[in-house]
């Protein structure tokens, strides 16, 4: 099958660059460059997101502030995963009605998963009625349009689109750092695990040409960018759809050939379409990570099936057994999610035996949360909050020993740390090791971008602390 979508479309770029020249033209004639404040909530992907949108305000002429009371154009990139993320965004909606009558000419503008679901549009639509601009996931590319269009009929402009339409790349991007850089590989998902709502809200999956992927991971190598985060919903299915026939195992090996680029890293796995020529890959290519983040959600395969993984915990454990064989000093880390509905105490006795037979180097621990729209919401027997917050702290009680014990076993070694910032301590700095373990080390902050030799003498649960060789 091919896939018209996949095509990226110049003629959009060009257009969205005729409106950020006139938006330009307009903030030019201002006596004060107006300022903005990007809030972000949420994965990756929506940091990625706002980036861009980052990126198209600059190029627009307005200039970057950090606090909301300073900003002339304020958006938010909602998440929709959690209901308390909603909640936030509402309450500040709230407080943004009061600010907006101090600073008559401050415009708001929503996007991302939330503005996807048409009952949070409604809501929007009657007790927001001070937001100017909404648009969801699928037209990012669209702010500066939206925002010329809201400039000159001065009235809020809704553009949500229910689906996908062309990839647009070379949007103009700021990266929050200089040496590391997220780079979409594909958006969307075809799994519709029945708790999640990203299915809904970002769409059926499409990957982006290996030969867009490639350059630019190329440009960012001639930008100073050691370390690139290649993101997907379900990286293990890129290439479904392209033109070219291509895997994702296959798309690592050409990325493991850009000069420059010291560190590759990916997320998300789905262990149902996690390949031996991927763990092969892996194995072969000196640049990419000794580290996979693998979410196996529960250990029984009866809620498994009712979260429609389509794996089961043996395959899961099969897998696991595969990586460390492959790749011997590998971390694995994993997402698990307490409280499904119907989970049992047995249920959740077979997640910690995952726990100890897999061994994880860290741990995302959910309690379920309930999402409209999900299948799941709809299922019976939802868990008991305070049951789930008991299965949920026998469940740490099995993750945690297990990770300080292999933190342990790192202290006397030394590793290679990319410094990424100062410590809460301002003499530390810290820094992650290719297995993505997070280290504090005496430093200054020149070190920030640098791979530096650390040998660890210490460790916590959560970190290890090291000194500069
Ligand atoms: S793989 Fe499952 S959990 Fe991940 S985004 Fe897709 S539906 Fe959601």
């Known amino acids: 099958m091919r896939s018209p979508v996949t095509a990226p479309s110049q003629g959009e770029l060009q257009r969205q660059n005729d409106f950020m020249l006139k938006i330009k033209a307009i903030n030019d004639q201002k006596e004060k460059r107006p300022r903005f404040m990007i809030n972000t909530f949420g994965c990756q992907m929506n940091a990625h997101d706002s980036e861009k949108l980052d990126g198209m305000l600059r190029q627009m002429g307005y200039e970057p502030c950090d606090d909301e009371k300073d900003a002339d154009f304020i958006i938010y990139n909602t998440c929709c995963v959690r209901e308390n993320a909603e909640n936030k965004v509402y309450g500040n909606l709230g407080y943004l009605k009061h600010a907006k009558k101090d600073n008559p000419d401050m415009k708001i503008a929503l996007c991302g998963c939330m503005m996807q679901q048409p009952t949070v549009i409604e809501t929007i639509r009657k007790k927001y ?71 809904y809200v970002r769409g059926r999956e499409r990957s982006r040409r290996p030969e867009d992927i490639i350059a630019e991971v190329k440009a960012l190598a001639a930008d100073g960018v050691k370390e690139v985060m290649l993101l997907g919903q379900n990286v293990n299915s890129y290439g479904r759809g392209l033109e070219e026939e291509i895997s994702f195992a296959e798309l690592l090996r050409r990325v493991n050939e850009i000069e420059g680029i010291e560190r590759i890293r990916f997320m998300t796995s789905h ?137 342990q076993k790192k202290v006397g070694n030394t590793y290679k740390v990319l410094v990424d910032g100062v410590s809460s301590d301002p003499l530390f700095v810290t820094g992650r090791t290719e297995d993505n373990t997070l280290v504090h080390f005496k430093g200054c902050s020149e070190l920030i971008g640098d791979i530096i030799n650390v040998k660890i003498t210490d460790c916590k649960t959560f970190y290890l602390i090291g000194e500069q060789v």
């Not at 990586?323 to 997640?351: L, N, Q, S, Y």
Request: include cysteine; charged fraction near 25%.
């Open 129 to 199: 009625r001070h937001v100017d601009i909404v648009f969801g996931t699928f037209n990012i590319y669209k702010l500066p349009e939206l925002i010329y269009t809201n400039i000159e009929s001065a009235s809020p402009v809704f553009d949500i689109w229910d689906k996908h339409a062309d990839i647009v790349e070379d949007l103009p991007t700021v990266r929050k750092f200089k040496y590391k850089a997220s780079v979409n590989i594909m958006f969307g998902c075809n799994n519709f695990c029945s708790y999640c709502i990203v299915p």
């Open 271 to 407: 262990p149902k379409d996690l390949s031996d020529e991927l763990i092969s890959a892996m194995a072969d290519c000196k640049k990419v990570c000794n580290h996979i983040h693998l979410p196996f959600q529960a250990g029984s395969n009866e809620i498994l099936k009712r979260m429609n993984r389509r794996y089961t915990k043996e395959h899961y454990l099969e897998l696991v057994d595969k990586i460390r064989a492959a790749i011997p000093d590998i971390a694995i880390t994993t997402d698990i999610i307490i409280g499904f509905p119907g989970e049992t105490e047995k249920d959740v006795e077979e997640t910690i035996d995952v726990v100890k037979k897999a061994r994880f180097n860290g741990a995302f621990t959910f309690i379920y949360s309930k999402r409209t729209g999900t299948p799941a919401a709809e299922m019976p027997n939802q868990v008991p909050e305070a049951e789930a917050k008991k299965n949920f702290d026998k469940l740490l009680e099995a993750v945690n020993p297990i990770v300080y014990e292999l933190n």
